[in-house]
């Protein structure tokens, strides 16, 4: 890539389709901003990533549970893309959004994949009252993580897409490469899993 222009370089640009000269402005599509950044404008390359990286990060999170983990996936996403934006064929096939989602999806997998178990620390004591309701609350987050986390991939990966992310029973069978039958057999039996995982949970509550 060459030089970056200044960040303001693309901010009092005029373009053909809407003109982005202010906050609240109608948003430059993708297509747009592609050629520009891949030329060097720096405002181009923030506008991108800034567009994508907080869903990106989001969805890392619920695949992998570890905001840092998650931060480490968007940034190697958003480096994947970098190193291809050179080459990016307007018009193809590929659509930015599903393509960034997909190179997420697949990083977490690896990621997942690669995990070793993490030794259980031993538990504080509670020292009052409100420190045991916190506590209470944090591991009924925790139970709820690790049951997400027991699903396999491509369950654990279409009800973070579907019901964490927003997208579509159509958009995520296109991010995953499948049917959206095929997303909805998944949605079925990780409902059913989880359900049934969290059970107890379900119980303790009905008794509190």
Request: a neutral charge.
């Amino acid at each position: 890539m060459s030089s970056p222009v200044p960040a303001s370089g693309l901010a009092s640009r005029k373009t053909s389709a809407s003109g982005w000269t202010a906050r609240g402005a109608p948003a430059v599509a993708d297509e747009e901003l592609i050629p520009l950044a891949a030329a060097g404008d720096r405002a181009a390359w923030i506008a991108l990533v800034e567009r994508y990286i907080g869903g990106i990060t989001g969805h890392a999170w619920y695949m992998l549970g570890d905001q840092s983990e998650a931060e480490d996936v968007a940034q190697e996403t958003f480096v994947r893309f970098l190193g291809k934006i050179s080459s990016w064929e307007l018009g193809g096939a590929a659509v930015l959004r599903t393509w960034l989602y997909r190179v997420t999806i697949n990083l977490c997998i690896d990621r997942h994949r690669k995990r070793l178990p993490e030794p259980v620390a031993e538990l504080p004591e509670v020292p009052d009252e409100a420190s045991a309701r916190a506590e209470e609350g944090l591991d009924r987050r925790r139970f709820v993580r690790e049951a997400l986390s027991a699903l396999p991939e491509r369950q654990r990966t279409a009800i973070a897409l579907i019901y964490y992310q927003g997208f579509t029973n159509r958009e995520a069978a296109e991010l995953m490469d499948v049917s959206i039958e095929a997303v909805e057999s998944l949605l079925a039996r990780a409902r059913r899993a989880l359900k049934t995982a969290l059970s107890p949970l379900r119980d303790d509550l009905l008794r509190t």
